[in-house]
T-cell receptor
Framework: DSGVTQTPKHLITATGQRVTLRCSPR?????VYWYQQSLDQGLQFLIQ???????AKGNILERFSAQQFPDLHSELNLSSLELGDSALYFC??????????????FGEGSRLTVL | QQQVKQSPQSLIVQKGGISIINCAYE??????FPWYQQFPGKGPALLIA?????SEKKEGRFTISFNKSAKQFSLHIMDSQPGDSATYFC???????????FGTGTRLLVSP
């Protein structure tokens, strides 16, 4: 158990809808990362937050947004969903803002299916 | 320049054999190279990592070999066991930027 909690584990929705994925990091970790995992593209970095502030942005679509709250949990909002958004979304946390070991602790993911 | 290329996509090894997974990178500024292991239904977990100031790092049956001039690194799993069957991801990052760039993954199956 990594200590990172993600909800929901599974989500099925229709095209055009909006969903919110939630992540609770390990106790004490200030950094939260979101990754998208699809079959043909591996793990794609979406966005990182550190102590409530956005720190790095990756290949995140404009239809997607995220935030980290004062209690350090994070939410990833996906809107105007398309079939291609179907994927496994992982949240990871680490204690460090940057540098260091680079070890990320991943949750078990939220599997999104868009029909 | 941010890509990490990983091969093979899948690998079948007999129990007791050696599993070898290779990765190549382009950005010479990368200075941290971890390998993550992912079992079905679970998130990736750090297996072993290396920095470019050493050419090899060994932890139990797992060894990373690093070739800085060739910009390549590889994971060797000695005496492979069925319990090693999982997907393995190489990754790379820059110190100060904890964004990890992942390879596309290798699905390893160790046959009994």
């Amino acid at each position: 158990d990594s200590g990172v909690t993600q909800t929901p584990k599974h989500l099925i929705t229709a095209t055009g809808q909006r969903v919110t994925l939630r992540c609770s990091p390990r106790s004490g970790d200030l950094s939260v990362y979101w990754y998208q995992q699809s079959l043909d593209q591996g793990l794609q970095f979406l966005i990182q937050y550190y102590n409530g502030e956005e720190r790095a942005k990756g290949n995140i679509l404009e239809r997607f947004s995220a935030q980290q709250f004062p209690d350090l949990h994070s939410e990833l909002n996906l809107s105007s969903l398309e079939l291609g958004d179907s994927a496994l979304y992982f949240c990871a946390s680490s204690a460090r803002r940057g540098g260091g070991t680079g070890e990320l602790f991943f949750g078990e993911g939220s599997r999104l299916t868009v029909l | 320049q941010q890509q990490v290329k990983q091969s093979p996509q899948s690998l079948i090894v007999q129990k007791g054999g050696i599993s070898i997974i290779n990765c190549a990178y382009e950005n010479t500024a990368f200075d941290y190279f971890p390998w993550y292991q992912q079992f079905p239904g679970k998130g990736p977990a750090l297996l072993i990592a290396i920095r470019p100031d050493v050419s090899e790092k060994k932890e139990g049956r797992f060894t990373i070999s690093f070739n800085k001039s060739a910009k390549q690194f590889s994971l060797h799993i000695m005496d492979s066991q069925p319990g090693d069957s999982a997907t393995y991801f190489c990754a790379a990052s820059l110190t100060g930027f904890q964004k990890l760039v992942f390879g596309t993954g290798t699905r390893l199956l160790v046959s009994p």
